[in-house]
């Protein structure tokens, strides 16, 4: 921190840090100063001269713009002289000049900057008896967002925010003078993928948001501070509602996290909550093959006895259980806790074939948080496009790059950091283990990502699998490699929301609550002692395991808490064999989904704002999620079905409460022993906990060693990666999300094009390891010659699979 200055403020001397601005230094202080354009969040500009105060620096008082005057010792401030408040009734008389004066029907009216401070600083009436001037209202700039540019005050929040910090200008001023308007480009709409924070930052209600356009009143709305259910970052989110169904998301301001931001997604992924497709009773498959409607008793009944005959027949290990990574903490440990203390079996994983070594990924030594990448004068990505698939961590790198770091992105084709990279490599998928060789020894164009690595200062290394061909260890190789450097610390990227959480809960075949490692045998008997009961030996099946067992038929039952293989899963055709050929399939789930379809009996779970938890995002930081509004029907917390199926098999977890199962994981698991319901709220955790913090401990400390992968190399290789908006269960239920996204295409460079005759825009049949598609060809110049991209999370997609050869057959 700056050494502190002396300043006097409204004729109170006050000690704040040299440099800091002015408006930010007496909000500190407790002194309000109005602002329209000022956020702090974004660089300062001075326009709307709001924020004009008295200065004096020694050469008399003064009206300058507090947002824009850094602080100075000796400095003497007056924010509530008659020239300050005559200026600030001036400021206000002009840009009401032409704002319409339709407060009522306007969706920012009653949290509305421009009202509050034209009733606290205003003139009480106009001078102005002129027309005020019109436009056509409103316009669909993006399929998110409406623009009213009469009431626009020409604050530049949302120009300035797309430019500086989402690095998407694509909304800008037009036009001088007296008709100075905020536009789009013609034939450009917004489409960002945060386009949503400019309408939480508009100071009025220039910008509104489509999917709550006159839905509700400020004073209507219940609200609720919670964790987005997106992606592994873990945005705080402010969740609000009327009459039990959730309206709106708005950004929280949480330092480490997303800082206020959130991406679209995660702003307008809730409309699947409210969807008429949710599950609402449970389901049986009846003789008739059909499912139908039954209660509660009659389904748990049916699910404890087959599961009984199974476990009595072909003992524990002819069951598994799949998913966990997208509820929270307290759910993912009753679902492990049901599988291996009350089952007995550790075929259990929260992932689906698609992700990192579980070790890697939940205890990797040497780990970064976010707010690491603030202080790193280098940041290596080798991973997924984080614009894609974790948006605000692409803003926080961004953020980092503009304060001083050098960026180094290694990856197959062009991705939202691109533009900001110092370095950018290319190259084939199966082509990683050369180019890493490449980079170890500073040749060729990794010569000057190298330098930079060795040039001094703090590193992180972002790391992941940058597309779903490649293979998985090739990230613990780039990890090692950045282990190794000075001052160096890993970030190991996942996707699905709280698979963090998840894994420290033990939803892996090789994990135990708490980061422990099942090979442990003090950990297994600490945990037998907990859980009163024998925890097996025997390393369990993951996903790959499970679905090669279910179709060989050493895997009798399986058991799915809102995990879909049949859309997820690495090979989707296997997948759905598996569950076919399966003995019983019993899904938890909030819909009925491609997997869950197959199911012998659906149980139907409360989802995010229906249910209380904890999540851990992927630096580790344990946060709260709260309950707002009412579950669908008869839907229960996935933790009660757990125990309500533990019950049917003649046993229990002793699961009674949410906060009743955080105590006993604090109590179970190591890493979690500093984490405190309480705290989560509103005390010193409000921002999250990082585990495992002082006073916990993490028994298991996973280096990752690069083992000498061979590279692979194909005529054409298949780039399979995921795009933010898929054609996944929750954005198909949100509306407004759903027609976003873009549709499967299959992208080449169009030097391959030329090769092999394949025209931008034909109709081509593509051949992966275990499937076709037939899809539109498009050229993508970023993309490296011999690579052929097609987004995995689109209709027709998936079916490729992950094998790294492809073949390309026009048919029109």
């Known amino acids: 921190m700056a050494d502190p200055v002396t300043i006097t403020l409204d004729g109170e001397e006050r000690q704040v840090p040299a440099g800091t601005l002015l408006i930010q230094a007496a909000q500190d202080e407790g002194t309000y100063i109005p602002r329209f354009c000022w956020h702090p969040r974004m660089k300062p500009v001075g326009m709307c001269r709001m924020c004009l105060v008295e200065v004096d620096t020694g050469r008399g008082p003064a009206l300058t713009t507090s947002c824009t005057m850094p602080c100075t010792e000796g400095m003497v401030v007056d924010t509530k002289s008659d020239v300050v408040k005559k200026a600030q009734e001036g400021v206000l008389e002009f840009l009401l000049i032409n704002h319409p004066l339709d407060c009522p029907v306007c969706d920012r009216g009653g949290e509305c900057p421009l009202q509050d401070q034209t009733m606290a600083y205003g003139p009480g009436e106009s001078r102005f008896v002129e027309e005020k001037r019109h ?483 992927l630096e580790g930081r344990v946060q709260r999620v709260a309950q707002l509004i009412a579950g669908s029907g008869q839907a229960r917390p996935p933790w009660s079905v757990f125990e309500d199926i533990a019950l049917a098999l003649g046993s229990s977890l002793g699961a009674e409460s949410v906060e009743g199962i955080q105590k006993e994981i604090a109590q179970v698991a190591p890493a979690y022993r500093t984490v405190r319901w309480d705290e989560l709220g509103w005390g010193d955790g409000r921002e999250g906990v990082v585990v495992p913090g002082d006073g916990g401990e993490q028994p298991l400390h996973y280096v990752p060693v690069d083992i000498g992968l061979s590279s692979s190399s194909a005529r054409l290789a298949l780039h399979s990666a995921r795009t933010l908006y898929d054609d996944g269960v929750h954005v198909r239920h949100s509306l407004s999300l759903a027609k976003l996204a873009p549709g499967a295409f299959v992208f080449i460079n169009p030097a391959d094009g030329a090769r092999l005759g394949v025209a931008d825009g034909v109709l081509a049949r593509v051949t992966g390891s275990s499937g076709s598609a037939d899809l539109e060809v498009r050229y993508d110049p970023s993309l490296t010659e011999g690579v052929v991209y097609v987004p995995a999370n689109q209709d027709e997609g998936w079916d490729l699979g992950q094998g790294l050869e492809i073949k390309l057959e026009v048919l029109s």
Not at 416 to 430: C, E, H, Q
Not at 454 to 477: F, K, N, Q, S, Y
Request: aromatic share 6%.
């Open 135 to 617: 436009f056509e209202k409103p316009i669909e700039i993006s399929e998110l967002v409406l623009l009213d540019r009469e009431r626009c005050i020409l604050c530049a929040r949302c120009t300035r925010f797309s430019d500086e910090v989402s690095g998407d200008p694509l909304i800008e001023f037009q036009d001088r003078g007296n008709y100075t308007q905020v536009l789009t480009f013609p034939n450009e709409p917004f489409k960002s993928y945060f386009s949503g924070n400019t309408v939480q930052i508009c100071p009025v209600g220039a910008l509104t948001a489509k999917p709550y356009r006159f839905r509700a009143r400020p004073w209507d709305l219940e609200a609720v501070e919670s964790t987005c259910p997106h992606c592994a970052v873990g945005c705080r989110i402010s969740v609000q509602s009327s009459q039990n169904q959730v309206l709106r998301f708005l950004g929280v301001d949480n330092e480490p996290t997303n800082q206020g931001w959130l991406c679209d997604k995660g702003r307008f992924g809730f409309e699947y909550i409210g969807s008429p497709e949710r599950l609402t009773v449970p389901l049986v498959r009846s003789s008739t093959g059909e499912l139908e409607e039954t209660s509660w008793s009659a389904a748990l009944g049916v699910v404890g006895d087959w599961l009984q005959d199974l476990i009595t027949e072909h003992g524990p290990d002819s069951v598994a259980g799949l998913g966990g990574a997208r509820g929270t903490n307290e759910d993912a440990y009753a679902f492990g806790k049901l599988i291996r203390a009350v089952i007995g079996t550790n075929n259990i994983d929260a992932q689906l074939d698609d992700g990192l070594n579980p070790q890697f990924l939940a205890a990797a030594t040497s780990r970064a948080t976010i707010p690491d990448l603030d202080a790193a004068s280098t940041i290596l990505l080798w991973g997924p496009d984080l614009k894609e698939e974790l948006p605000v961590l692409y803003l926080r790198v961004r953020q980092a790059v503009q304060n001083g770091a050098s960026l180094i992105v290694v990856h197959p084709r062009r991705t939202g950091l691109d533009d900001v990279a110092t370095v950018k490599v290319g190259y084939a998928p199966g082509q990683g283990p050369d180019l890493l060789a490449s980079l170890r020894a500073g040749e060729g164009e990794l010569a000057a990502a190298r330098e930079l690595l060795l040039a001094g200062g703090a590193i992180v290394g972002l790391v992941g699998r940058t597309g779903l061909t490649e293979d998985p260890l090739l990230a613990e190789g780039v990890a090692a490699f950045v282990r190794d450097l000075p001052e160096a610390k890993i970030m190991p990227l996942g996707r699905r929301s709280n698979l963090f959480g998840a894994l420290d809960m033990g939803l892996a075949p090789s994990l135990l609550p708490g980061r422990a490692a099942l090979t442990s045998a003090e950990a297994r008997s600490d945990l037998s002692v907990e859980w009163a009961t024998p925890i097996p030996e025997k390393t369990g099946k993951d996903a790959a395991g499970i679905v090669a067992g279910l179709e060989a038929g050493t895997v009798k039952g399986l058991l799915l808490f809102g995990a879909d293989p049949v859309r997820d899963f690495s090979d989707p055709s296997a997948a759905r064999a598996a569950l076919e050929a399966a003995n019983l399939v019993v899904a938890v789930d909030q819909f009925l989904t491609d997997s869950s379809q197959l199911a012998d009996v659906v149980l139907p779970a409360e989802g995010f704002t229906e249910t209380e938890g904890t999540v851990t995002n």
